[in-house]
T-cell receptor, first 117, second 112 residues
Framework: SQTIHQWPATLVQPVGSPLSLECTVE??????LYWYRQAAGRGLQLLFY??????ISSEVPQNLSASRPQDRQFILSSKKLLLSDSGFYLC????????????????FGAGSRLTVL | LAKTTQPISMDSYEGQEVNITCSHN???????ITWYQQFPSQGPRFIIQ???TKVTNEVASLFIPADRKSSTLSLPRVSLSDTAVYYC?????????????FGAGTRLFVKA
């Protein structure tokens, strides 16, 4: 069966410091991978999604970036955090197009709560 | 991607059936309707997906009329633990591909 791992679970960082959140998926090949952010009391904001290695779509132009160094690894980074980067970051995966019937169904990780002070 | 409209919030009592309706007037021919549930400090969890008529699983039922311009998620005999945000998404392989956008959802509050 497929599993998704996301870490760290909790992070407290000062303004201006770098960020690295990591997500890995096991038990599947060529998954679609996603990063979302949810600010306190707000909805889910799609940040990045990737349908394959080297294919990353950015939905929100800001000081965050994403990379997919391996098929099942997705990393969210920042060189200098802002206060507004605080939030709950969620990684998700879904099956590739060739496998699905119906519409895309996402499975989410446990999330990483980031507090920028 | 088809735009969806659903109530911002709903209240219910334990043991009642809850129906949450989602409007999606510009649904495309190949689009499916998918519902997720999200508890606080957790990621959304897939509940049910359907294309037309009725789909039922161990958690919920999804009713889709013939014109498919709306859908209703039905939760039978809710309990306090069903308090969550419920999201309705519409899409398919030919519309938006794998770009998956969540709206504001419906915040369901179940009271004792």
């Amino acid at each position: 069966s497929q599993t998704i791992h996301q870490w760290p679970a909790t992070l407290v960082q000062p303004v201006g410091s770098p960020l690295s959140l990591e997500c890995t998926v096991e038990g599947t090949s060529n998954p679609n991978l996603y990063w979302y952010r949810q600010a306190a009391g707000r909805g889910l904001q799609l940040l990045f999604y990737s349908v394959g290695i080297g294919q990353i779509s950015s939905e929100v132009p800001q000081n965050l970036s994403a990379s997919r160094p391996q098929d099942r690894q997705f990393i969210l980074s920042s060189k200098k955090l802002l206060l507004s980067d605080s939030g709950f970051y969620l990684c998700a995966w879904s099956l590739p197009r060739a496998v699905i019937s119906g519409a895309n169904v996402l499975t989410f990780g446990a999330g990483s709560r980031l507090t920028v002070l | 991607l088809a735009k969806t409209t659903q109530p911002i919030s709903m209240d219910s009592y334990e043991g009642q059936e809850v129906n949450i309706t989602c409007s999606h007037n510009n649904i495309a021919t190949n689009d499916y309707i998918t519902w997720y549930q999200q508890f606080p400090s957790q990621g959304p969890r897939f509940i049910i997906q359907g294309y037309k008529t009725k789909v039922t699983n161990e958690v919920a039922s999804l009713f889709i009329p013939a014109d498919r311009k709306s859908s209703t998620l039905s939760l039978p005999r809710v309990s306090l633990s069903d308090t969550a945000v419920y999201y309705c998404l519409v899409g398919g392989p030919n519309t938006g591909g794998f770009k998956t956008i969540f709206g504001a959802g419906t915040r369901l509050f179940v009271k004792a």
